[in-house]
């Protein structure tokens, strides 16, 4: 697609349509819904990392006036949440006689005010029995270890194999040929997403059905798992998560805290509401699990990189925090595969992911899930290669870069017979435009050359991500034209503040040519609503907007088709526009949909799918992020003075959104580069950070501006060319500030995030030539 | 249990609280008033923010019984005769809302930064949003929206009307 069509209403920067609720306090979150009668839930949790439970003793809480029920593992259904438990080894239950780690749900009280609660939870009394604890992936990861689970500590390894793995070619071989080789080993902690507003869930019963309002990403799949830990049938269970307080894939969680209020409302008939504090939102959400990598790479003199070996050892925590159990599949996997289809052209890979069960918090999605855990080695290795040998940094990427109708290698590590072709391929521009903002020509020819303590420096990292293109995903859209002229597309989709809804009013309008004010949504209402996975995957645009495409199509052939029959015209000389329907030889209205959907007997209604596995082409997302940072080597500090993120967006269906979503993307890659990540305690396994201050997310004062570019060269896999790109601008952030800061100084700072502390311990390293590598 | 008399946009509130309660309880609670927000409870995420008497407090550590007596403005007032204030507009407009869920306290105390200054500088903005947490935005749109409301009072006033 090089010449791209004009459009009314795609592409323009048309106004979100929740702005203005959100901005006056009207837009209602799950937090916010306040039912008559309602009880307040509260959790009690575990203070240790791994214990059996000896006994509870809830009667002092019982007999606690206010107090309208008690739930421990003894009063909660023998069933376990989950699509399929065996096949994803997890297998939790609502409460059980055991804890696995610091803040693990045991027991919940419901009570009438929030004063008799706190009391109520008080007197709950726990005995414990403690068990040995494993605190250390790479330890756990051994034989001799602890065994937490009876499939083991590696995450759907068999025993001595990795959870995920991808060997092409031959490294020995590729190790010969080398004339440089580079070994280090790269660092990252486990990360908080942070959603501003706490999880959080309402639930209603009426007897028969089960209504809960919960701040999820994912309303069927909770709706799923809340049938199957209730033991109710799906369509007694209907969950409504219309507004998100933010999510970043930490809030498709199995999240538990809806079959809690769900069993409490089942229980007293009163309505039912918990909602976290900050402390039970960090402990009980999920984080991107940390990673360290230890990394050895062989490149020629002349830039051809001849091996990469990899060994990454992850925290997992005990459970896997996805809806669908696929954590422990879907990171190792994407960890290794997604992450060198971007250097496809590096013939020899050989790379074990050993995700190991510690007695830690979830791990789970986080913006970008599989390459934000394994991008900052890769992007550092390029770094060190390119350095080794002399070579331009963005010229050595290139050099070995994914190609446009390349295939795409990930559809076999999945398990499927055939690869397909890979659409558009915008790398090199994304490169080139990042090189041009940032004045890359500036950067110092020698590291570390600048005179003085404060040092500046220049630094870049590529990126790719699944842009909504996977084959496992699903979005359903359904668009209805009533009698009365009103148009609405229904779909699964919430709002965590991508704002889909205005996006998908783009594309109806666009496509029924009607102003954007006759169209209405109604979304991630399970009962209004079709199927939809949830804003996963940077899938909203892409899936679901397709879906709305694709619904809006067949209602209009279905409304071509009826004014036919209606008018007495062949279905060939009709066409839609403004409502309207045309005759096209004499530009004449005929009839207006709305007396079409009355000749219908009431409605005109279209439906539209995407189904990932049956698309015909795979699209991948790719950015180049471009940092500027100053260095100063005698306290270690680090101030980044410019972050350029330049995406390949394919095109921006509302640039406004898009800017905005790269924007906070980066945002969120500079708290992981800067200052965020998880802190356990060695001996106990409490977290230590839980606080909101303490997560140390980015301020107003911290973050600099963006400078976020779009790259818009089309895409053959969505019908008006975008990709997804609200995960991608994460992830690039951190190895670009490591490498703008080894272009300064020219030391490495191989692990994140980048605190003064570990700025100036790597000073200090390589002053004494230590190097942090070890032989894999 | 007391009986609490609140002075809430501009109009008189009466509410049976504990003498624990927040004010954040009480209007997310007891008032309904829902627009305000809470995220972490203890003063570290500025979700909460309201006005008192005209200065940003959070509303998640200031008690009910000490907001007797003073003039609380929350979210649900700013708007004026149904109007949208520009500081409203421009957030709209800019996507400075993402999520939302920060977005009544950043446009509160962006109220309150441009009551006292209709032509900050971004230093001054940043300063004055700097006790707002966002995790959405990386704030970039945020100041644009606080800059073009600025903007919007300052030809608003040369005009003479009310901005």
Excluded at chain 1, 33 to 52: D, E, F, Q, Y
Excluded at chain 1, 491 to 511: C, R, W, Y
Excluded at chain 1, 574 to 599: C, M, R, S, Y
Excluded at chain 1, 609 to 620: A, M, S
Aim: glycine share 10%.
């Amino acid at each position: 697609m090089t010449q791209a069509p004009e459009y009314a209403f795609v592409g323009q920067r048309v106004r979100p349509a929740n702005a203005v609720a959100k901005g006056t306090g009207a837009h209602k979150y799950t937090a916010d819904i306040n039912l008559p009668g309602m009880l307040w839930v509260k959790v009690v949790r575990s203070p240790h990392a791994r214990a059996r439970i000896r006994a509870i003793h809830t009667e002092e809480a019982r007999a606690l006036p206010g107090v309208a029920a008690v739930l421990t593992y003894q009063d909660v259904p023998d069933r376990l949440w989950g699509a399929n438990p065996a096949a994803t080894q997890e297998g939790e239950r609502i409460f059980s006689d055991q804890v696995n780690f610091v803040g693990e749900a045991v027991a919940a009280v419901a009570a009438e005010d929030l004063d008799v609660l706190e009391e109520a939870a008080n007197r709950i009394r726990v005995e414990y029995e403690p068990l040995p604890m494993v605190l250390d992936p790479e330890q756990g990861a051994r034989p001799e270890a602890v065994q937490l689970h009876a499939y083991g500590n590696v995450v759907q390894g068999a025993p001595g194999q990795p959870s995920g793995q991808n060997k092409r070619g031959d490294v020995a071989r590729g190790f010969a040929e080398a004339d440089v080789v580079v070994e280090r080993t790269y660092r990252q902690l486990s990360v908080h997403g942070v959603p501003h507003e706490p999880r959080g869930a309402v639930a209603q019963w009426d007897g028969q059905r089960l209504t809960v309002w919960q701040s999820t990403q994912q309303p069927f799949m909770i709706r799923n798992g809340l049938a199957a830990v209730l033991g109710l049938a799906q369509d007694q269970v209907r969950v409504i998560a219309t507004n998100a307080g933010g999510g970043f894939g930490i809030k498709n969680s199995p999240s538990l805290e809806g079959a809690i209020v769900g069993l409490v409302a089942m229980q007293t008939g009163r309505p039912a509401k918990i909602w976290y504090t900050r402390e039970e939102e960090t402990l009980d959400g999920h984080v991107r699990p940390g990673f360290v990598h230890y990394v050895k790479a062989g490149v020629t003199r002349d830039g051809r990189i001849t091996a990469v070996q990899v060994r990454s050892y992850g925290d997992n925590g005990y459970w896997g925090g996805n809806t669908d159990g696929a954590t422990g599949i879907a990171i190792p996997r994407d960890m290794c595969v997604n992450v060198m289809e971007l250097y496809n052209k590096i013939a020899n890979v050989d790379w074990e992911v050993y995700l190991v069960r510690t007695n830690h918090p979830r791990a789970g999605a986080y913006r970008a899930r599989g390459t934000g855990e394994a991008i900052f080695a890769i992007e550092c290795m390029m770094e060190d290669l390119a350095s080794a040998i002399g070579a331009d940094p963005c010229e050595l990427r290139l050099r070995h870069a994914i190609r446009t109708g390349d295939q795409a290698n990930i559809l076999k590590a999945r398990g499927f017979a055939d690869t397909k072709p890979v659409t558009i391929v915008a790398f090199p521009d994304c490169l080139a435009e990042g090189q041009r903002a940032i004045g890359w020509e500036r950067r110092n020819r020698e590291p570390g050359s600048a005179a003085g303590p404060i040092k500046r420096g220049i630094g870049m990292a590529g990126a790719i991500h699944v842009a909504g293109s996977t084959p496992s995903l699903v979005a359903e859209c359904r668009l209805t034209i009533d009698a009365a002229g009103g148009i609405r597309l229904a779909n699964g989709h919430p709002d965590q503040g991508s704002e889909l809804q205005t996006t998908l009013k783009q594309i109806v309008a666009e496509t029924l040519r009607m102003p954007m004010s006759a169209i209405s949504t109604i979304n991630a209402d399970t009962d209004e609503c079709p199927f939809d996975v949830g804003p996963i995957s940077s899938g909203g645009a892409f899936r679901t907007g397709t879906a709305a495409f694709r619904a809006t199509e067949a209602a209009k052939a279905r409304a071509i088709s009826l004014a036919a029959e209606m008018l007495d015209q062949p279905e060939g000389a009709l066409a839609i526009a403004d409502g309207q329907i045309w005759l096209e030889a004499t530009n004449e209205p005929l009839a207006t949909l709305a007396e079409v959907a009355a000749f219908a007997g009431g409605t005109i209604v279209g439906e539209g799918r995407y189904v990932g596995k049956d698309e015909p082409v795979y699209t991948y997302g790719f950015a180049g992020t471009f940092a500027e940072v100053d260095v100063d080597v005698e306290t270690g500090g680090i101030d980044v003075r410019r972050l350029v993120c330049a995406v390949d967006v394919g095109r921006a269906l509302n640039p406004e959104i898009v800017e905005g979503q790269i924007e906070g993307g980066v945002a969120q890659g500079f708290g992981t580069a800067m200052g965020e990540g998880m802190h356990y305690d060695p001996r106990s396994g409490a977290t230590l950070n839980q606080w909101f201050l303490d997560l140390k997310t980015p301020t107003t004062k911290d973050m600099p501006r963006v400078e976020a570019i779009l790259i818009e060269k089309g895409n053959e896999g969505h019908p008006f060319g975008a990709k997804g790109c609200s995960e991608i601008p994460l992830v690039g952030v951190a190895p670009a500030i490591r490498n703008a800061v080894f272009n300064a100084t020219g030391v490495h700072v191989d692990e994140i995030p980048m605190t003064p502390d570990r700025v100036l311990a790597a000073i200090a390293q390589e002053a004494t030539g230590a190097n942090g590598g070890r032989a894999p | 249990m007391a009986r609490l008399r609140l002075s809430i946009n501009d109009a008189i509130y009466e509410a049976d609280a504990r003498d624990n309660w927040t004010l954040n309880d009480v209007l997310r609670n007891v008032l309904d008033l829902t627009g305000t927000k809470r995220s972490c409870d203890y003063g570290g995420c500025g979700a909460c923010t309201v006005l008192m008497d005209g200065l940003p407090i959070y509303s998640c550590v200031t008690l009910a019984t000490n907001a007797e007596g003073h003039r609380i403005q929350t979210i649900e007032g700013v708007q004026q005769q149904g109007e949208l204030r520009p500081i409203q507009r421009a957030f709209a407009d800019r996507y400075a809302a993402q999520c939302g869920w920060c977005t009544p306290a950043m446009i509160m105390a962006s109220t309150a930064l441009l009551a006292e200054n209709t032509n900050p500088s971004e230093d001054e903005i940043r300063d004055a949003l700097s006790g707002v947490l966002c995790r959405c935005t990386g704030y970039g749109k945020i100041i644009l929206a606080v800059e073009e409301a600025a903007r919007e009072m300052r030809a608003a006033a040369e005009k003479g009307g009310r901005p």
